[in-house]
């Protein structure tokens, strides 16, 4: 039985890429951990692919299951882990060398359900040097503590976890994270919620955990592609992300009751990309008049009518309360492609 279970979903990914991935897992400086890879109903050459990879090292498992998302291959990984703790890799990007190590060495030092480390941002193809950093820094949430992480992953509003080291930030991904395994299999992720599945997951812990530690130091490498979720057309992101917002306020509603403006900010955000990635959008087919209409009327339903509260409206950021006067004056339709330049 492996100290650490490293699991990786894998969907049609670009070989060349995993191949990179796969390489970061061999040169962690802590070796003791075993790979778990599964593959969510790839194409026929990404299955042959992690099947190669079994020859190269015999730490690595492999399970082959019908496509259902990457959720479900992150909890069907997590219940077949065997180790004491669990940290999550997407195949397409890059563990840095000391990141398991020193993930063990501060779970430890602080008896932490989970260690959150930060993310630096690349290119396909691109390398990234991280400068080591002796003296690590980190804070620790407890139950007493624990609504200031809770409003980070919301709104993601603290200079020092967005400015790590200059190159990275405090994601709200599920990557660049040490948990205990016990802790990760009684947190599943959401199935079935392709959007703001990350911070569901994320709040989750923060209501289930009793200490959560976040180091001041990058352990991963994030590849940005144009197909990412985030810029990606669904079609119907508006209803995602109403049952997305649902969910939050279901399972924090405590949090939320206090802390309206949080939530309110976090909405203000994904409105935003309802209107920038879904509306204006070359694939969606609505007339720029039926756009501009369905705006008012998202404005005037839950949860988005939040915003419409004069309370609210005033304490948001210079660039939302500007976005959400476009909105209602049906201006966004010709400003909004101008700004972001579509």
């Known amino acids: ?77 997590t219940e077949l882990a065997t180790g004491d703790y669990i940290m999550y890799l997407d195949s397409d990007d890059v563990l840095l060398p000391q990141a398991i190590s020193e993930g063990l060495q501060i779970i430890k030092e602080t008896n932490s359900d989970m260690v959150i480390a930060a993310v630096a941002k690349t290119k396909p193809g691109e390398s990234v040097s991280i400068p080591l950093q ?74 289930k955990c009793s200490n959560i530690c976040v180091v001041l130091d990058i352990w991963y490498c994030y590849v940005i592609y144009e197909s990412s979720s985030m810029r990606k057309y669904y079609g119907n992101r508006e209803e995602i992300l109403c049952r997305y917002a649902e969910l939050l306020k279901k399972e924090n509603a405590a949090f ?10 976090n909405l203000a955000m994904e409105f935003y990309t309802v209107v920038s990635c879904e509306l204006l959008s070359e694939k969606c087919p609505k007339t720029s008049k039926e756009k501009r209409h369905i705006v008012k009327e998202y404005l005037n339903k839950e949860p988005w009518d939040v915003l419409n509260k004069k309370e609210m409206y005033r304490k948001l950021s210079y660039k939302y309360r500007f976005f959400l006067f476009l909105c209602r004056t049906g201006l966004w339709t010709f400003v909004l492609p101008i700004l972001i330049g579509k």
Request: proline fraction near 3%; glycine fraction near 4%.
């Open 256 to 265: 939320i009751k206090e802390n309206t403006l949080c939530y309110a900010k």
């Open 1 to 77: 039985m492996a100290v650490v279970s490293v699991i990786i979903p894998v969907y049609n990914v670009n070989c060349e890429y995993m191949n990179r991935c796969m390489e970061s897992l061999f040169n962690q400086t802590f070796k003791d951990v075993e790979i778990i890879i599964i593959d969510d109903g790839s194409n026929e050459e990404t299955a042959a692919f992690c099947d190669l990879q079994k020859s190269l090292d015999d730490r690595i498992r492999v399970f082959h299951c019908e496509n259902k998302g990457v959720s479900a291959a992150r909890n069907y990984g």
């Open 134 to 207: 002796e003296n690590k820094q980190y804070h620790i949430y407890t139950k007493e503590n624990m609504d200031d992480l809770r409003s980070y992953f919301l709104m993601t509003n603290r200079t020092e976890y967005k400015n790590v080291k200059k190159y990275g930030y405090i994601g709200r991904g599920p990557c660049a994270r040490l948990i205990k395994s016990d802790v990760a299999k009684n947190n599943p992720f959401p199935v079935g919620q392709p959007l703001g599945e990350d911070v569901l997951w994320n709040m989750q812990f923060t209501n």
